[in-house]
């Protein structure tokens, strides 16, 4: 039998490593969410919102447009925690993610250099996550090219060392029910959010909707069709992720 010379061994070799190396890039490639709860004086917080308004959203908007960002919102507190507003912005990796702030923030002081001190006094305590994007409505490609106007955050305190399983049982026997109610239009997003750096709250579950009846409506729905669809798994996932905290967000800019 004729044998391989040893280049034409290693180019065998080579191709048929090609696969897995593909697979490491692939989950190498991710989506990361930088997100600020800002704790406020409830007095004053309208005034943060105009701030926003009108001096952070252009430089926010600019830096979608430019690419260096992929999304960012503005969300004010309707019901849930101490938390009274959250600022998000989403990237592609973790490098564009630090690189962000020093991007946009010479456009803020440019459209405004002492609005950022006035949010400071009013929202002068606040808490930063890092998430990493799970399984949602966006990646079964569902989502509409605009959300709803309120969502919903669960915050989820989990057994670390199970945590994982829960991402499983949320792909497995959540994700088909959640992506029917966004087929029907009972909800107009869904998302899962996995910790990856800051406090206590491991996972997040995220709905968006129309309005907050219909909202609270469809998850009513949805929570009976997991009891009679998937009540095993719903009751394994409640033992790993065992606390949580509710919010209900108006979600007061978005873009895209």
């Not at 908007?61 to 960002?69: L, Q």
């Not at 702030?101 to 009013?122: C, D, L, R």
């Not at 930063?128 to 569902?142: E, F, K, P, T």
Request: glycine residues 8%; aromatic residues 12%.
């Amino acid at each position: 039998m004729r044998r391989l010379s040893p280049s034409l061994l290693l180019i065998a070799a080579f191709l048929l490593c090609l696969p897995a190396l593909a697979g490491a890039q692939e989950e190498k490639q991710t989506t990361f969410v930088y997100a600020t709860y800002f704790e406020c004086d409830t007095s004053k917080q309208e005034i943060v919102d105009e701030i926003v308004k009108h001096v952070w959203a252009p430089a926010y908007d600019a830096a979608v447009e430019a690419g260096t960002i992929s999304q960012w919102g503005w969300m004010a507190h309707h019901t849930g925690g101490k938390w009274r507003r959250l600022l998000y912005y989403s990237v592609p990796s973790l490098d564009a993610l630090f690189d962000a702030p020093e991007a946009i923030s010479p456009g803020i002081q440019k459209n405004n250099p002492g609005a950022s001190q006035v949010f400071g006094e009013i929202c002068n305590s606040h808490d930063d996550y890092i998430w990493q994007v799970g399984i949602g409505s966006r990646g079964a490609g569902l989502i509409p090219q605009e959300r709803g106007k309120v969502g919903t955050s669960v915050y989820y305190y989990c057994d670390m060392s199970q945590e994982e399983r829960a991402d499983e049982i949320v792909e497995e026997f959540f994700a088909p029910i959640y992506n029917s109610h966004v087929e029907k239009g009972d909800i107009t997003s869904w998302g899962w959010l996995k910790h990856y750096f800051g406090g206590k709250w491991r996972r997040v579950a995220t709905m968006t909707g129309t309005d907050a009846k219909s909202l609270f409506a469809a998850r009513d729905a949805i929570f009976d069709e997991v009891n009679e669809k998937a009540e095993a798994a719903g009751n394994e996932f409640g033992e790993i992720c065992g606390s949580h905290q509710d919010f209900l967000w108006n979600i007061v800019h978005e873009a895209p």
